[in-house]
T-cell receptor
Framework: AQSVAQPEDQVNVAEGNPLTVKCTYSVSGNPYLFWYVQYPNRGLQFLLK??????LVKGSYGFEAEFNKSQTSFHLKKPSALVSDSALYFC??????????????FGQGTTLQVKP | GAGVSQTPSNKVTEKGKYVELRCDPISGHTALYWYRQSLGQGPEFLIYFQGTGAADDSGLPNDRFFAVRPEGSVSTLKIQRTERGDSAVYLC?????????????FGEGSRLTVL
């Protein structure tokens, strides 16, 4: 079975500082990894994904994430946080394989709070 | 349309009633997903359609839940004999192809409250 863990319920960071939101996954075979953001009373918005290739992937709004196969992690990062980045962030994994139906499994989410 | 559209945005019903939630995916998207999100939780997979057929319904919690997509576009999630525990935001998403590298595009959800 595939699963995602986001160990921090909340991350607090000052505006202008770098931020990291952690994600680890468990899946048999190769993973496809995704980050989504959810603003209050809004749907989930896609930020970025890792499929294959370069372990560092860049996405929307200046976010990036690093895939680490040995640590089974896919942490979300941004060099300089903005107050407007404050939102709920979800990591998700999909398993690659012949029996894969495309189901995307989400973590519990991490609330990012950026203070001025 | 430009994005995934879900109706109604809010639905309040009484325990035991029947409800239908509708999803209109992005035009041309062949894959359609239903998720359920409870307060403080991540989205929980319910069912996935590829075209008209349900490719994976392993997330449906019990036989009170059913979903259809008769023409391969609009989908309806149907809940019979609603219970208070069914209260949640029901999210619909669509994806361009069945290739598993594609990201999902989500609607804003239908908030169901069962009194």
């Amino acid at each position: 079975a595939q699963s995602v863990a986001q160990p921090e319920d909340q991350v607090n960071v000052a505006e202008g500082n770098p931020l990291t939101v952690k994600c680890t996954y468990s899946v048999s075979g190769n993973p496809y990894l995704f980050w989504y953001v959810q603003y209050p009373n809004r749907g989930l918005q896609f930020l970025l994904k890792y499929i294959t290739g370069d372990n560092l992937v860049k996405g929307s709004y200046g976010f990036e994430a690093e895939f680490n196969k040995s640590q089974t992690s896919f942490h979300l990062k941004k060099p300089s946080a903005l107050v407007s980045d404050s939102a709920l962030y979800f990591c998700a994994v999909r398993r690659y394989g012949s029996s894969n139906t495309g189901k995307l499994i989400f973590g519990q989410g991490t609330t990012l709070q950026v203070k001025p | 349309g430009a994005g995934v559209s879900q109706t109604p945005s809010n639905k309040v019903t009484e325990k035991g009633k029947y409800v239908e939630l509708r999803c209109d995916p992005i035009s041309g998207h062949t894959a359609l997903y239903w998720y359920r999100q409870s307060l403080g939780q991540g989205p929980e997979f319910l069912i996935y359609f590829q075209g008209t057929g349900a490719a994976d319904d392993s997330g449906l919690p019990n036989d009170r839940f059913f979903a259809v997509r008769p023409e391969g576009s609009v989908s309806t999630l149907k809940i019979q004999r609603t219970e208070r525990g069914d209260s949640a935001v029901y999210l619909c998403a669509s994806s361009e192809t069945s290739i598993y590298t594609g990201e999902l595009f989500f609607g804003e959800g239908s908030r169901l409250t069962v009194l």
